[in-house]
């Protein structure tokens, strides 16, 4: 089961520093132990959104949430 005030606390983090580049993040859903998101605002055309997701928002998120098996950019 999911810590959802863990889940809450990190997307907010996530959530901040995307907004100072313009972005946000929307979760989807959880399956699986995978959490599945959408960036929002730049981030949806940035051409660097890739590795944002895999380098910034996957790690912290990862790092935060370790029942995880992964998070998927949809």
Do not use: F, H, Q
């Not at 907004?19 to 960036?39: F, M, Q, S």
């Amino acid at each position: 089961m999911m810590d959802k005030e863990a889940l809450d606390t990190v997307i907010e983090k996530v959530r901040v520093g995307l907004k100072a580049e313009g972005g946000d993040i929307e979760v989807l859903d959880i399956r699986n132990d995978t959490l599945y998101v959408r960036l929002l605002g730049t981030c949806e055309t940035c051409p660097m959104s890739g590795l944002t997701m895999r380098n910034w928002v996957e790690k912290t998120i990862m790092d935060a949430l370790p029942s995880l098996k992964g998070v998927k950019a949809v």
